[in-house]
C-alpha cells in the first residue's frame, strides 16, 4: 500500500519563513535529519502541566485560571483547554532531562503528542463541575410549606420544585456572581401530604407480606397475590410471590416508568392466558415498598430443552389451561432484530422446532443485546407466539440489567399527617446575575439512575459509552434529529471519581451519541533558540519526507505520480495503451515521466530540459531550456502532486482554527541534486491547494 509505505516516512518539521507566527526562529527552509516521536499525555503529566508557574501565567493572561486548574485535577484537557497554549513550557521543562521521552530530540524534530479530552461542554457550560453543590435542607421545606410542623421534606404537586428553588437559592447561595451553576438535590413526593395536627411521628408504612397464590391461578378466576417484581417489559411486568411468578399484562399502555427490579406490590385481577402462559390481566395494584431480591438458579437452557419447552408450550396453548413462567439462562443466544420485532436462536436447537421470540423487549436492553452477536441471557419463558416460537422476557444480558437494584422507596420523614415516600432528583441552575434560573438541557443522574444501570454512584467510561445512550432513549423516546442535552454525573476516571463530570448528548435520528472522554492528537516542532536549547511550538502540519536514491522508501510516491501522468494524459492524449510502451510523457521503463520529471527509479524529480525534449519532441520540440522546467514544475505543483495527496489522504481535513499544510521535502535533479521543499494547503476534505516551492525562489 502507498500509504503504508509513506506512513514510515512521515518526519518532523523542516524550518518555514512562511509559518513565522507560530514557528519563531526558523531561518530557512534546509533539508537536515529530522525525528518523529509519538508519546501519550498521563494524568500525571497533565497535572504537572497545570501546575507550572508558567502556565498559570498564561492562564491568568487568557482569563483561564479555574479552567486550567480543573484540567490538572481532572486529568484530561477540554474543548476550552488545549495543549496549543499549554503543553510547550511542560515539554521544554523535558528537553534538558535525563531519560526523557524527548531528551534526544534534535531541533526541528517532532512530536505527536496524544491526549485525553473531552469536547462535551460548550464555554458556558464548564462551571458546572466547579459550581455550588447545594442540597435543599429540612429548614427549606418547612419555609416551603410555610410552618415548622406541618410540612414534609420534599417537593410535592402543589409544592413543586422548580418554582421553590431559584428562591431558595438566592437566599441560601451568599456571593453568587454571574455565570455561576449549583447543581441541587432534593426529594419529590408524587402525591401532596394531608397533615393531620401536627403530629411528629409518620403514620408506620402498610405492612408488606408476601402472598402463596400465584401458583393458584386459573383462568378467569379473580386473584390477590402480593409480591416482587422480578421483570419488566413494554406490556407489563412479571410478579413473584412464595409460591410462583406470573405475568401481570397491561398491554401498549402500560408505563414502565414507576416500576423497578424489588418493588413490593400487592395487585387485584383475574386469570388470563397468553400464549399458554398464565397471567393477571384487568389488575388493580398497590405499591407497598421496595426490598432486595435474589434470583433463584435458573434453569440452564440448552437447544434440546429448548425445543421441549416449544413443544410443550405448544400443548399448554392448544389446551388453553396455561403454565407457569420458568426463570431460565441461556448462553450464547443470538438476538436479531427486524423492525419492531426480536427474535433469536439458542445454540443447539433446530430453528424448524423452536427458536426464540424476545417479549415486548425494552428498547433499554438494545444495546446490551449486540445483536448478530452470542450473548449470556436471563429471564422468563412465557410462552408460545407462534408455530415454533418460544416467547422470552430478558431480565439480564450479561450480568447487566437496566432495572436492577431499584432505588430506595424511603419513607419522609415529616410531621405529615399521612407518611409519604420520595424520590431524590437532582437539577442544574444558573446565576443570571439577578436570578436563579433552570438550565432544562442538563440532566443529572441520581441514585435511582445509577441503581438501574447496575452502578453505585458513579460510570466508568465504559459504562457512561454503554448506559447514557439507553437512559436518553428512555428519557426522551421522541427525540427529534440533532436534539442535545448535557448529562451531569460522577465519572470514575482510573482511581480518581470527578464529580459533576458533564458529556454531551446528541440524537442522530436513530440513536444518541455521548460524549466522554477521548483520544486527540496535536503535533508540536523543536524550534532552536539559540541558546543551546530549544523550545517546542504548536505546528499542526504534516511533514513528508520523500529520500532520494535507488530503493528509497519514496517509490511508491514517485510511482503514483508516473501512474498519474500515464493514465491522465498519455492514455487520452497520446492514445498508449501501455505504461511501458513509451508513447507519450512516461519512458519505456514504466517508472519516469517527464510531464513532471517523476522518476521511481530514482526517487525524485528529473527537470533535464534536454531529456524531457528528447522523450516528448511534439511538446517541447520548440520550446527553450526555461520553458521545458517552466511546464514540468507548474504540472507537478497544480496537477501531479495534488491529486497523489488526495488519493494518499483522502481524510484529510481542513484545520480547526490554525491552516493545515502538508510540507513535502523531496530531490530535484538538473544535472545536480538540490534539496526542495513544496508547500500545500488543505482547503476542503482531501483537497490540497498549492502554496510555494523552494525551487521557484
Same mark, same amino acid.
Given at each position: 500500500?502507498?500509504?503504508?509505505a509513506?506512513?514510515?516516512?512521515?518526519s518532523?518539521?523542516?524550518?518555514?519563513?512562511?509559518?513565522?507566527?507560530?514557528?519563531?526562529?526558523?531561518?530557512?527552509?534546509?533539508?537536515?535529519?529530522?525525528? &518523529? @516521536?509519538?508519546?501519550?499525555? *498521563?494524568?500525571?503529566?497533565?497535572?504537572?502541566?497545570?501546575?507550572? =508557574? $508558567?502556565? +498559570? !501565567? /498564561?492562564?491568568?493572561?487568557?482569563?483561564?485560571?479555574?479552567?486550567?486548574?480543573?484540567?490538572?485535577?481532572?486529568?484530561?484537557?477540554?474543548?476550552?483547554?488545549?495543549?496549543?497554549?499549554?503543553?510547550?513550557?511542560?515539554?521544554?521543562?523535558?528537553?534538558g532531562?535525563?531519560?526523557?521521552?524527548?531528551?534526544?530530540?534534535?531541533?526541528k524534530?517532532?512530536?505527536?503528542l496524544?491526549?485525553?479530552?473531552s469536547?462535551?461542554?460548550?464555554?458556558?457550560?464548564?462551571?458546572i463541575?466547579s459550581?455550588?453543590?447545594?442540597?435543599?435542607?429540612?429548614?427549606?421545606?418547612? &419555609? @416551603?410549606?410555610?410552618s415548622? *410542623?406541618?410540612?414534609?421534606?420534599?417537593?410535592?404537586?402543589?409544592? =413543586? $420544585?422548580? +418554582? !421553590? /428553588?431559584?428562591?431558595?437559592?438566592l437566599?441560601?447561595?451568599?456571593?453568587?456572581?454571574?455565570?455561576?451553576?449549583?447543581?441541587?438535590?432534593?426529594?419529590?413526593?408524587?402525591?401532596?401530604?394531608?397533615?393531620?395536627g401536627g403530629?411528629?411521628?409518620?403514620?408506620?408504612?402498610?405492612?408488606?407480606e408476601?402472598?402463596?397464590?400465584?401458583?393458584?391461578?386459573?383462568?378467569?378466576?379473580?386473584?390477590e397475590?402480593a409480591?416482587?417484581?422480578?421483570?419488566?417489559?413494554?406490556?407489563?411486568?412479571?410478579?413473584?410471590?412464595l409460591?410462583?411468578s406470573?405475568?401481570?399484562?397491561?398491554?401498549?399502555?402500560?408505563?414502565?416508568?414507576p416500576y423497578?427490579?424489588?418493588?413490593?406490590?400487592?395487585?387485584?385481577?383475574?386469570?388470563?392466558?397468553?400464549?399458554g402462559?398464565?397471567?393477571?390481566?384487568?389488575?388493580?395494584?398497590?405499591?407497598?415498598?421496595?426490598?432486595?431480591?435474589?434470583?433463584?438458579?435458573?434453569?440452564?437452557?440448552?437447544?434440546?430443552?429448548?425445543?421441549?419447552?416449544?413443544?410443550?408450550r405448544?400443548?399448554l396453548?392448544?389446551?388453553?389451561n396455561?403454565?407457569?413462567?420458568?426463570?431460565?439462562?441461556?448462553?450464547g443466544?443470538t438476538f436479531?432484530?427486524?423492525g419492531?420485532?426480536?427474535?433469536?436462536?439458542?445454540?443447539?436447537?433446530?430453528?424448524?422446532?423452536?427458536?426464540?421470540s424476545?417479549?415486548?423487549?425494552?428498547?433499554?436492553?438494545?444495546?446490551?443485546?449486540?445483536?448478530?452477536?452470542?450473548?449470556?441471557?436471563k429471564?422468563?419463558?412465557?410462552?408460545?407466539?407462534?408455530?415454533?416460537?418460544?416467547?422470552?422476557?430478558?431480565?439480564?444480558?450479561?450480568?447487566q440489567n437496566?432495572?436492577?437494584?431499584?432505588?430506595?422507596?424511603?419513607?419522609?420523614?415529616s410531621?405529615?399527617?399521612?407518611?409519604?415516600t420520595?424520590?431524590e432528583?437532582?437539577?442544574?441552575?444558573?446565576?443570571?446575575?439577578?436570578?436563579?434560573?433552570?438550565?432544562?438541557?442538563?440532566?443529572?443522574?441520581?441514585?435511582?439512575d445509577?441503581?438501574?444501570?447496575?452502578a453505585?454512584?458513579?460510570?466508568?467510561?465504559?459504562?457512561?459509552?454503554?448506559?447514557?445512550p439507553?437512559?436518553?432513549?428512555?428519557?426522551?423516546?421522541?427525540?427529534?434529529?440533532?436534539a442535545?442535552y448535557y448529562?451531569?454525573?460522577?465519572?470514575?476516571?482510573?482511581?480518581?471519581?470527578?464529580?459533576?463530570f458533564?458529556?454531551?448528548?446528541?440524537?442522530?435520528?436513530?440513536?444518541?451519541?455521548?460524549?466522554?472522554?477521548?483520544?486527540?492528537?496535536?503535533?508540536?516542532?523543536?524550534?532552536?533558540?539559540?541558546?543551546?536549547?530549544?523550545?517546542?511550538?504548536?505546528?499542526?502540519?504534516?511533514?513528508?519526507?520523500?529520500?532520494?536514491?535507488?530503493?528509497?522508501?519514496?517509490?511508491?510516491?514517485?510511482q503514483a505520480?508516473?501512474d498519474?501522468a500515464?493514465?491522465?494524459?498519455?492514455?487520452?492524449?497520446?492514445?498508449?495503451?501501455?505504461?511501458?510502451?513509451?508513447i507519450?510523457?512516461?519512458?519505456?521503463?514504466?517508472?519516469?515521466?517527464y510531464?513532471?520529471?517523476?522518476?521511481?527509479?530514482?526517487?525524485?524529480?528529473?527537470?533535464?530540459?534536454?531529456?524531457?525534449?528528447?522523450?516528448?519532441?511534439?511538446v517541447?520540440g520548440?520550446?527553450?531550456?526555461?520553458?521545458?522546467?517552466?511546464?514540468?514544475?507548474?504540472?507537478?505543483?497544480?496537477?501531479?502532486?495534488?491529486?497523489?495527496?488526495?488519493?494518499?489522504?483522502?481524510?484529510a481535513?481542513?484545520?480547526?482554527?490554525v491552516?493545515?499544510?502538508?510540507?513535502?521535502?523531496?530531490?530535484?535533479?538538473?544535472?545536480?541534486?538540490?534539496?526542495e521543499?513544496?508547500?500545500?494547503?488543505v482547503?476542503?476534505?482531501?483537497?490540497?491547494?498549492?502554496?510555494?516551492?523552494?525551487?521557484?525562489?
Open positions: 500500500m502507498i500509504g503504508a509513506l506512513a514510515t516516512t512521515l518532523a518539521c523542516e524550518e518555514n519563513s512562511w509559518n513565522d507566527e507560530y514557528l519563531d526562529g526558523f531561518d530557512a527552509p534546509t533539508i537536515i535529519k529530522k525525528e &518523529t @516521536v509519538a508519546y501519550t499525555m *498521563t494524568a500525571a503529566d497533565i497535572k504537572k502541566m497545570a501546575a507550572m =508557574p $508558567a502556565n +498559570k !501565567a /498564561i492562564a491568568r493572561e487568557r482569563g483561564e485560571v479555574a479552567q486550567l486548574e480543573a484540567v490538572g485535577a481532572n486529568g484530561f484537557f477540554t474543548s476550552a483547554i488545549t495543549p496549543e497554549y499549554y503543553a510547550p513550557a511542560w515539554l521544554d521543562s523535558l528537553s532531562v535525563k531519560g526523557s521521552f524527548n531528551y534526544y530530540l534534535s531541533e524534530s517532532t512530536i505527536q496524544n491526549f485525553p479530552t469536547d462535551a461542554l460548550p464555554a458556558e457550560l464548564t462551571g463541575q459550581g455550588v453543590q447545594y442540597t435543599v435542607s429540612e429548614a427549606d421545606y418547612q &419555609t @416551603v410549606w410555610g415548622e *410542623t406541618d410540612f414534609t421534606e420534599a417537593f410535592a404537586p402543589s409544592k =413543586p $420544585a422548580a +418554582k !421553590a /428553588i431559584p428562591g431558595i437559592l437566599e441560601s447561595v451568599a456571593d453568587a456572581a454571574e455565570g455561576d451553576f449549583a447543581v441541587v438535590t432534593y426529594n419529590v413526593a408524587s402525591q401532596d401530604p394531608v397533615f393531620g403530629s411528629s411521628t409518620p403514620e408506620p408504612e402498610p405492612e408488606f408476601m402472598s402463596t397464590t400465584i401458583a393458584s391461578l386459573k383462568i378467569g378466576d379473580p386473584i397475590a409480591g416482587i417484581v422480578t421483570g419488566i417489559c413494554k406490556q407489563g411486568y412479571i410478579l413473584t410471590d409460591s410462583g406470573t405475568l401481570i399484562y397491561y398491554g401498549s399502555g402500560f408505563d414502565m416508568e423497578a427490579i424489588g418493588q413490593q406490590r400487592k395487585v387485584s385481577g383475574t386469570g388470563g392466558s397468553f400464549g402462559c398464565l397471567q393477571i390481566a384487568s389488575a388493580t395494584e398497590e405499591l407497598i415498598g421496595t426490598q432486595e431480591y435474589t434470583y433463584p438458579t435458573p434453569l440452564a437452557i440448552t437447544g434440546e430443552i429448548f425445543e421441549q419447552y416449544s413443544a410443550d405448544q400443548a396453548k392448544a389446551a388453553n396455561g403454565g407457569a413462567p420458568e426463570y431460565a439462562e441461556i448462553k443466544a436479531t432484530q427486524s419492531n420485532y426480536i427474535n433469536f436462536e439458542v445454540p443447539g436447537a433446530d430453528k424448524t422446532k423452536a427458536e426464540g424476545g417479549y415486548q423487549v425494552p428498547a433499554t436492553f438494545n444495546s446490551l443485546l449486540n445483536f448478530n452477536n452470542p450473548v449470556d441471557v429471564g422468563y419463558i412465557i410462552g408460545c407466539s407462534g408455530k415454533a416460537y418460544v416467547t422470552f422476557l430478558v431480565t439480564e444480558v450479561n450480568g437496566p432495572f436492577a437494584a431499584p432505588a430506595k422507596v424511603a419513607a419522609i420523614g410531621r405529615a399527617g399521612v407518611a409519604l420520595s424520590t432528583e437532582k437539577a442544574v441552575y444558573k446565576f443570571n446575575g439577578t436570578a436563579w434560573t433552570a438550565c432544562n438541557d442538563v440532566l443529572v443522574l441520581n441514585a435511582q445509577y441503581a438501574q444501570m447496575g453505585t454512584s458513579n460510570l466508568t467510561a465504559t459504562q457512561a459509552a454503554t448506559f447514557l439507553v437512559y436518553m432513549t428512555t428519557k426522551f423516546p421522541y427525540a427529534q434529529k440533532d442535545v448529562i451531569v454525573y460522577n465519572f470514575k476516571n482510573g482511581d480518581d471519581t470527578i464529580k459533576n458533564t458529556s454531551r448528548a446528541t440524537f442522530t435520528g436513530t440513536d444518541w451519541a455521548v460524549t466522554t472522554v477521548n483520544n486527540d492528537m496535536m503535533q508540536f516542532v523543536r524550534a532552536g533558540k539559540g541558546n543551546g536549547w530549544s523550545n517546542w511550538v504548536y505546528d499542526p502540519s504534516v511533514y513528508i519526507d520523500l529520500p532520494a536514491g535507488k530503493g528509497a522508501s519514496s517509490a511508491d510516491f514517485w505520480c508516473v498519474w500515464y493514465e491522465h494524459v498519455d492514455v487520452p492524449e497520446f492514445g498508449a495503451e501501455s505504461i511501458t510502451s513509451g507519450g510523457y512516461v519512458t519505456s521503463y514504466g517508472n519516469n515521466d510531464y513532471t520529471g517523476a522518476s521511481a527509479y530514482q526517487c525524485n524529480i528529473d527537470l533535464r530540459a534536454s531529456s524531457a525534449r528528447k522523450q516528448v519532441p511534439s517541447y520548440d520550446m527553450s531550456d526555461d520553458d521545458v522546467v517552466a511546464t514540468m514544475k507548474k504540472n507537478f505543483e497544480d496537477k501531479v502532486c495534488p491529486a497523489v495527496l488526495a488519493q494518499l489522504y483522502p481524510d481535513q481542513p484545520g480547526k482554527g491552516d493545515l499544510y502538508y510540507v513535502i521535502s523531496f530531490v530535484m535533479y538538473n544535472g545536480s541534486s538540490h534539496d521543499v513544496i508547500r500545500y494547503l482547503t476542503a476534505p482531501g483537497t490540497f491547494t498549492f502554496v510555494d516551492c523552494t525551487w521557484n525562489e
